[in-house]
Nanobody, 122 residues
Framework: QVQLVESGGGLVQAGGSLRLSCVAS????????MGWYRQAPGQQRELVAQ???????NYADSAKVRFTISRDNAKNTVYLQMNSLKPEDTAVYYC????????????????WGKGTLVTVSS
């Protein structure tokens, strides 16, 4: 079984910064892409940023300038550096690992963390 554990959420004032971390553990041969999604109250879950094993990145328009995603493949860890936070960034942030293979010829599966709450006060 593969588990994703997020950390780094919390309460921050508008304009502040937070760094989220997510570690994937378990029987892992490779992970295709790791990313961060968020879900605000009453809203659908949305992509924030994603990074492939080769380092290719994809950002939501709202995150392109202020957030930076990075990844340590050796540690199966993904980070999200969030700067210039705004109240509208308040949400539960979920880590996602896509295309997780337990061995080379595995099909690959997707996994989610339980989420970490980010609250930005005005």
């Amino acid at each position: 079984q593969v588990q994703l554990v997020e950390s780094g959420g919390g309460l921050v004032q508008a304009g502040g910064s937070l760094r989220l971390s997510c570690v994937a553990s378990g029987s892992i041969f490779s992970i295709n892409a790791m990313g961060w999604y968020r879900q605000a109250p009453g809203q659908q879950r949305e992509l924030v940023a994603q990074i492939t094993s080769a380092g290719g990145t994809n950002y939501a328009d709202s995150a392109k300038v202020r957030f930076t995603i990075s990844r340590d493949n050796a540690k199966n860890t993904v980070y999200l550096q969030m700067n210039s936070l705004k109240p509208e960034d308040t949400a539960v942030y979920y880590c996602n690992a896509a295309g997780v293979k337990k061995y080379r010829w595995d099909y690959g599966m997707n996994y989610w963390g339980k989420g970490t709450l980010v609250t930005v006060s005005s």
